[in-house]
């Protein structure tokens, strides 16, 4: 197997994904190579005996945590509903910000409805790029918390942070929940197209292993291991004398879907990537 799909499988480790093999090489290694022409080449043959499915163990990981958070507890609502959550309002001995080990206090948990708890940052709405409609509300993981005292203020300990929390991230009970079990990569319909309109890191510049948002979602016929190139030009130069050929600047593989929107891992990018640039099926497929 080639090593941009090793590398790609081997980011999924840690929650347990399943990859159908066989099907992971079809489907990806025309995808992942880098020179346009290598695509008409058929995938390589799997040697004989090898297995089904390939079950993914901790030894297997590259870097499994880069994605792990996204996979269940950050999420798109369609509504400003975390805005009603309780709230950190703030840190013993006056600390600005808490990290694994601190204490937290948090408004408006007068009762012990769970023991643990996702700590959360709201986001700005995501917006179609053309429309400027609203597609949702995102909230990022930032730590897990464990309750020590009910009241108002609460008080949590924080027991695995991402991130520093800070005053006004947000707290909500524990879910335990999976967003994938397992993972057949395909290439993304042909004629389905959108933008990449977020990165879930708040970073500008979008590399190798970073979680992007896209503007498409399961209305629009998008599922979990579908993938999508990243195509870089189309400006219009020299007033409007030619247009910039579309280049395919990245790859990325949709790990999590909502309605209107999905969250994607750049898999390979052949430059920094941006927020705007378009993505579609593959050439050639």
Known sequence: MMPKVLCAIRLLARVGVVVLAPLVVAACSPLLAAPVAARAAPPAALPPGAPEVYRLRPGDRLRGDAIEPFLSRSWVDDSRVLEEAPSVVGFPRERLLAATGDRIFVRQIREAQALRYDILRPAEALRDPVTQDVLGYPAHFVAEARLERAGDPAVLLVTNAIMPVRKGDRVRPARDERAIHSLLLRSAPAGLKGHIISVLNGVSRIGQYESVVLDRGTRDGVEVGQVFAVYDGGEVRDGGAYSVP??????????????????????????????????AAPYGH
Do not use: N
Request: glycine share 6%; proline share 0%; hydrophobic share 55%.
């Open 246 to 279: 579309d280049s395919q600047a990245g790859v990325v593989m949709v790990f999590r879907v909502f309605e209107r929107v999905s969250f994607a891992l750049v898999m390979r990018a052949k430059q920094a990537l941006h927020i705007g640039e378009r993505v």
